[in-house]
């Protein structure tokens, strides 16, 4: 039985995802920093309670930062990176991602292959795994140890083992010109 005030689904526009597409990984600031959102609101409270007139301007500082909490992310999907920050959006893809650098502080960096630098909202050192992982292979993992190849390593023990060689023949020879001195 159908009815002229059945419900019809909204029709698909360019705001809305595909039906079926993949919206990626979101990386975003914790929740925690909402906690500090409340302590601003506190803050604020008491100077306008003494002149609320004129203080009631204070409640937008914990507003800004409340909306950067929300706005501030990186998605990643298969389709690349989507840069969220309090200001503006990018979508970069991954044709044009050539890696990233990781700043003592800040976030990390995407390098661009028309050798610009991106500043990936929310992908800290301590999110940078999450971000590997969520590239499928694209970015390289930081965090293991390349494994040597049979050949490459072969050169390198010959040269440790003739230095090793070395070494303990100069020892030896230091020994012998030290007893033949008397020296201990």
């Keep these: 039985m159908s009815s002229s005030h059945q419900s019809v689904p909204p029709a698909q ?17 914790p929740r925690l920093g909402y906690l500090g959102v409340l302590l601003l609101i506190f803050c604020a409270a008491f ?19 409340a909306m950067w909490l929300e706005r501030t992310r990186t998605v990643v999907s298969e389709r690349g990176l989507d840069v969220r920050s309090f200001f503006g959006s990018r979508h970069i893809d991954w044709s044009q991602v050539q890696g990233v650098s990781i ?6 960096r995407a390098h661009l292959s028309d050798g610009t ?12 795994r999450e971000l590997v992982e969520a590239s499928n292979g694209r970015i ?4 293991v140890v390349p494994e040597e190849t049979d050949a490459a390593a072969a050169p390198e023990d010959e040269t440790a083992e003739a230095e090793s060689a070395e070494t303990k023949s100069t020892e030896t ?9 008397g020296r201990d």
Excluded: C, Q
Aim: hydrophobic content about 45%; charged content about 20%; glycine content about 8%.
């Design 140 to 143: 390289p993992d930081p965090f």
């Design 173 to 181: 020879n230091t020994t012998t010109a030290d007893a033949a001195s």
């Design 47 to 65: 100077p306008f309670f003494g002149w609320p007139e004129v203080l009631w301007v204070l409640f937008v500082i914990p507003a800004a930062v």
């Design 103 to 108: 700043p003592k502080r800040g976030y990390v």
């Design 13 to 29: 526009s360019s705001h809305t995802a595909e039906a079926g597409a993949d919206r990626g990984r979101v990386i975003r600031i």
């Design 117 to 128: 630098e991106v500043s990936l909202p929310a992908v800290g050192y301590n999110r940078l």
